[in-house]
């Protein structure tokens, strides 16, 4: 018989593991007007709305089905009128500036004055890993071509 207590090379080479756990369970109930008026009076996705009421967006979803709230597609909660173009962002329901894609709309017109073509701007910011507005998709050079011409025609609208 082999007496477990004594370490040998075996037992060094598979370690003890102990693995602690806290598990907090907590019966948040949601009314069913706070979800009406986050949900569809102020047009919050359920990831927004899991985040004000420190709750899970799982959670959520079952009591929109509970509460016979219908459920919309998923990326079709916001106001169609409103139309975020690159460099703006939504926040509270109102078009506000994105700073940091108004930096790269910036750095595409600086580009665009030194030379480089819609394409070359394109091959830079896939380079660089910059995010588009489609998260996943690479830049194309008709999208900075778009976006270039927004801008510039939007600076001679101001002048």
Sequence with gaps: M??????????VLKPELAIISNTYITSQ?????VLKQKYEVEQLSLRQI???LSSSKT??????IKFNIPIKEA?????PSIKRKYGEKLLN???IEHKQERRVIDSMLEMKEEGLSYSAIARVLNQ??????????????????RIILRETTKDEKNE
């Excluded at 959670?59 to 929109?64: A, E």
């Excluded at 990326?75 to 106001?79: C, T």
Aim: aromatic fraction near 6%; proline fraction near 2%.
């Design 128 to 145: 660089m890993k910059v995010k588009t507005k489609t998260q996943g998709k690479s830049w194309s050079w008709a999208t900075v071509r």
């Design 75 to 79: 990326g079709r909660n916001r106001d």
């Design 29 to 33: 109930t949601i009314s069913k007007a």
């Design 50 to 52: 899991a985040k004000d």
């Design 93 to 95: 329901g109102k078009l």
């Design 59 to 64: 959670t959520i979803r079952n009591y929109l």
């Design 2 to 11: 082999v007496d477990p207590n004594i370490r040998c090379a075996k037992n």
